[in-house]
C-alpha cells in the first residue's frame, strides 16, 4: 500500500517543468546579466525599473492570453496600442477631460476593435491569425491616418503625473495598473463560468461545443478583453511618454506572444496561468533591460525573443501540458 501511494505521488520531470519552469528562467536570466553586469543590473532601482517598463508587457499579455487560450493569436495588439493612445491623446488636445478621454480610448476603440476582430473570426469562420494579421495593417494605417504620421504632444499633465508617475515617489503607477489588470484577469478566468468556458473551448472545442458552451459568444469576448488589454497599454505607454507616437508599439505583438508561451501557457490552447504570464512579461523586459545594459543593439533583442518563443513552443510541446494531447 506504501509503494502504491509512493508511485502515485512521485512527480515527472514534465511536472517540474510545468511548475517552476518561468521561475526558472526569470532567476537564470537574473543571474547571466547580474554576472554581466553587476553593477548596472543587480541593484533595486534598476529592478524597479525593469517592473516599470514591463507593464506594457504585462498588459499586452494578459490580452494575448485569452486569444492563446483559445488556441488562436492575436496579432492587431501592438497596433490597437498606438491607435488607442492617439485617439485618446488627439482627444485631450481638443480639450476633453483626461478621464472621458481615456475611457473613449479603452472601452470605445480598444473594445470596439477587438469585437471586430471576434465577429469577423465568428462569421468568416477563418483562423484568428489571418484576421488579426490583415486587422493589424488596417488598425495601424487607421493610426497614421488619425495622427498624420505624426507624434501628438500636448498632453494632460495631470494625466501623464497620474498614470506615468509614482505613488509615494517610489512604486511607478504603470505597476499597480498591470497588477490590478492581471488581479482581475485572473479572477476573472478562475471564479466565473464565463473564463472557466474559456479553458474549455481551447482544451477541447468538440467537447465544449456538446455541452452547450457558445463558441461564438466566448470568443467575441476573448478579442474585445485583448483589444481592452492593448489600450490599457497604449494609456500607459503615452503617459510615459508624454505623447503619442503613431509607430509605438511595433513589434510588441512578438513581446506579447513570448510572455504568454515562456509563461507557460500552451501555444495549442486550454492550459495556461495568468500570474505566470505576468512573470513572462517581466523576463521580456528582464532581457531587454539586459541586453540594452550590455550595449547590445534592438537587432539582437528581437533575436532573442524569437529564439525564446521557438524554444518555448518546443518545450511545451514535449515536457508541457501540451504534450499530453
Same mark, same amino acid.
Given at each position: 500500500?506504501?509503494?502504491?501511494?509512493?508511485?502515485?505521488?512521485?512527480?515527472?520531470?514534465?511536472?517540474?517543468?510545468?511548475?517552476?519552469?518561468?521561475?526558472?528562467?526569470? &532567476?537564470?536570466?537574473?543571474?547571466?546579466?547580474?554576472?554581466?553586469?553587476?553593477?548596472?543590473?543587480?541593484?533595486?532601482?534598476?529592478?524597479?525599473?525593469?517592473?516599470?517598463?514591463?507593464?506594457?508587457?504585462?498588459?499586452?499579455?494578459?490580452?494575448?492570453?485569452?486569444?492563446?487560450?483559445?488556441?488562436?493569436?492575436?496579432?492587431?495588439?501592438?497596433?490597437?496600442?498606438?491607435?488607442?493612445?492617439?485617439?485618446?491623446?488627439?482627444?485631450?488636445?481638443?480639450?476633453?477631460?483626461?478621464?472621458?478621454?481615456?475611457?473613449?480610448?479603452?472601452?470605445?476603440?480598444?473594445?470596439?476593435?477587438?469585437?471586430?476582430?471576434?465577429?469577423?473570426?465568428?462569421?468568416?469562420?477563418?483562423?484568428?491569425? &489571418?484576421?488579426?494579421?490583415?486587422?493589424?495593417?488596417?488598425?495601424?494605417?487607421?493610426?497614421?491616418?488619425?495622427?498624420?504620421?505624426?507624434?501628438?504632444?500636448?498632453?494632460?499633465?495631470?494625466?501623464?503625473?497620474?498614470?506615468?508617475?509614482?505613488?509615494?515617489?517610489?512604486?511607478?503607477?504603470?505597476?499597480?495598473?498591470?497588477?490590478?489588470?492581471?488581479?482581475?484577469?485572473?479572477?476573472?478566468?478562475?471564479?466565473?463560468?464565463?473564463?472557466?468556458?474559456?479553458?474549455?473551448?481551447?482544451?477541447?472545442?468538440?467537447?465544449?461545443?456538446?455541452?452547450?458552451?457558445?463558441?461564438?459568444?466566448?470568443?467575441?469576448?476573448?478579442?474585445?478583453?485583448?483589444?481592452?488589454?492593448?489600450?490599457?497599454?497604449?494609456?500607459?505607454?503615452?503617459?510615459?511618454?508624454?505623447?503619442?507616437?503613431?509607430?509605438?508599439?511595433?513589434?510588441?505583438?512578438?513581446?506579447?506572444?513570448?510572455?504568454? &508561451?515562456?509563461?507557460?501557457?500552451?501555444?495549442?490552447?486550454?492550459?495556461?496561468?495568468?500570474?505566470?504570464?505576468?512573470?513572462?512579461? &517581466?523576463?521580456?523586459?528582464?532581457?531587454?533591460?539586459?541586453?540594452?545594459?550590455?550595449?547590445?543593439?534592438?537587432?539582437?533583442?528581437?533575436?532573442?525573443?524569437?529564439?525564446?518563443?521557438?524554444?518555448?513552443?518546443?518545450?511545451?510541446?514535449?515536457?508541457?501540458?501540451?504534450?499530453?494531447?
Amino acid at each position: 500500500m506504501g509503494k502504491n501511494a509512493n508511485l502515485k505521488t512521485k512527480k515527472s520531470f514534465n511536472d517540474y517543468w510545468n511548475s517552476y519552469s518561468t521561475v526558472a528562467i526569470l &532567476i537564470l536570466m537574473l543571474l547571466v546579466f547580474s554576472v554581466l553586469k553587476p553593477s548596472a543590473f543587480a541593484n533595486v532601482p534598476n529592478y524597479v525599473k525593469i517592473i516599470e517598463q514591463s507593464s506594457i508587457y504585462i498588459l499586452l499579455a494578459c490580452g494575448e492570453f485569452f486569444a492563446i487560450i483559445l488556441g488562436g493569436i492575436d496579432l492587431s495588439v501592438s497596433s490597437v496600442m498606438a491607435l488607442s493612445g492617439v485617439v485618446c491623446a488627439k482627444l485631450m488636445v481638443a480639450g476633453w477631460h483626461p478621464a472621458a478621454a481615456v475611457l473613449v480610448g479603452i472601452f470605445l476603440f480598444g473594445g470596439l476593435v477587438g469585437a471586430i476582430n471576434g465577429a469577423l473570426i465568428n462569421i468568416t469562420k477563418l483562423p484568428p491569425f &489571418i484576421i488579426t494579421l490583415g486587422s493589424q495593417s488596417i488598425f495601424r494605417g487607421l493610426t497614421y491616418i488619425l495622427s498624420e504620421a505624426r507624434s501628438v504632444s500636448g498632453i494632460s499633465t495631470g494625466f501623464t503625473r497620474f498614470v506615468g508617475g509614482k505613488i509615494g515617489g517610489v512604486i511607478p503607477m504603470p505597476i499597480i495598473i498591470a497588477l490590478i489588470v492581471a488581479a482581475l484577469v485572473i479572477f476573472f478566468t478562475t471564479k466565473t463560468k464565463a473564463g472557466r468556458n474559456i479553458y474549455a473551448l481551447g482544451g477541447n472545442p468538440q467537447s465544449a461545443y456538446f455541452a452547450g458552451i457558445t463558441t461564438n459568444t466566448h470568443q467575441l469576448i476573448c478579442f474585445i478583453i485583448s483589444g481592452i488589454c492593448a489600450s490599457l497599454a497604449g494609456m500607459v505607454n503615452i503617459a510615459r511618454l508624454s505623447s503619442a507616437e503613431p509607430n509605438a508599439g511595433t513589434g510588441f505583438e512578438t513581446y506579447a506572444i513570448a510572455a504568454v &508561451i515562456i509563461g507557460g501557457t500552451s501555444f495549442f490552447g486550454g492550459q495556461g496561468t495568468v500570474w505566470k504570464v505576468v512573470i513572462g512579461g &517581466i523576463i521580456i523586459g528582464t532581457i531587454n533591460n539586459g541586453l540594452n545594459m550590455v550595449g547590445l543593439s534592438s537587432y539582437y533583442q528581437q533575436m532573442a525573443m524569437g529564439a525564446l518563443i521557438i524554444m518555448a513552443v518546443t518545450l511545451d510541446r514535449f515536457f508541457g501540458a501540451s504534450s499530453n494531447k
